[in-house]
């Protein structure tokens, strides 16, 4: 009996070692998984980053047409609203209140007849004549009543759909009359903008200017005088760009390296000329007056605020930039100012002013400011 009984200790703790390691196991391999899940995400965000980046160089210019704009929209005809059931409803309801009416008178001459028939002698006769004679005129009198009920019925709903059309035209004239106010006004802006008017520039940049989207927070001043702009945009830091690149193993894990300094750089480069280009074309496709634009793109340090990329683009030479491949090939062909060493690190240049400034009281210009989000 010891003996089982040892033999019986000996296995149970077999199953419970074998128990424990299996759940031992069970743990690693949901923390595996949970640990590749999280690589995954990682790399996808990453690539997510990269490509966001990438993206500000894909350029494209649509101008506003705004002839079109100063075509007034129509408003839409009038449709009353059909109520003819009203009519029929009412001298339904006229009707149905008379059925018990004439139908009592009815009844009653129709059991006069039956006890003459059945009790027939000349009292009953003269009785039932007389209370014969009385009920018709009640029941001729009924009818009339009730003629002059669905007459009446009628008319009031013809008079009930009349007032509800009448609200319905005096609702739609004043909509109508809402809408061309707003219409003309709309118009009236539209060919302010087309004259270079600065309180509509100024409300049509900080519209446009407030839809951009990139992946990086900037800030962009514009200021505008005699139909030219002058616009600063306030570049990201390096931060922005990683420092590294992200590569998925076959294993699953993820393998950093550190980019080259050069083309670190080079990224940097692309963004800030991509960020300048893309608020150039933007401000030039939505302002009708403006011709050609000034653009500098600027680096806040903790002393000075250092200007690295001037650049000048009209109207005319947009297509340069809507052709290229990338921001630093653009602003290359539109001959922009910039200065860098050969591992592409950008210098301080001096800023491009348009030369119908010179002189010109600052007060006189209008001025825009503008914090572009993610």
Partial sequence: MASQSQSNKTTSKRDRERN?????????????????????????????NELQLAA???????????????????????????????IEKAVTKA???????????????????VILVVFFSPIVLLLTAAMGAAAAVSLYFTSKERENAILNAEQEARDEIARRNEQERLAYDEKKQQHELKETARIALVQQLQTGEPSAVRSRLDEVLNKLKFPVVIEVDVDFYADIPLIKVWLPSKAVIPKQTCEMLPSGRLQFQDKDTRVFNKQFFELSGAL??????????????????YAAGIMKNEL??????????????????????????????????????????????DMLCPPEWEDVDPQKMRSLKVRMFK
């Fill in 20 to 48: 424990s390691g299996n759940e031992r196991a069970e743990v690693r391999y949901f923390k595996g998984e949970d640990q590749f899940e999280r690589w995954r995400k990682e790399f996808i965000q990453y690539q997510d």
């Fill in 56 to 86: 500000v160089s894909k350029f494209s210019y649509e101008p506003a047409n705004y002839e079109a704009l100063l075509v007034p929209d129509p408003f839409a005809e009038l449709v009353l609203t059909d109520y003819s059931y009203l």
């Fill in 95 to 113: 009707e149905e209140s008379f059925v018990y009416p004439l139908g009592v008178r009815v009844a009653i001459i129709v059991s006069l007849l």
């Fill in 276 to 293: 300048i280009l893309q608020v150039v074309t933007t401000v030039l496709a939505n302002i009708p007056s403006f011709k050609e634009a």
């Fill in 304 to 349: 000075t605020d250092d200007c690295i990329l001037a650049v000048k683009a009209s109207k005319e030479t947009i297509d340069v930039i809507t052709r290229s491949s990338n921001a630093i090939a653009a602003l290359q062909a539109l001959e922009a100012v910039y200065e860098c060493d050969t591992s592409l690190s950008l210098y301080p240049v």
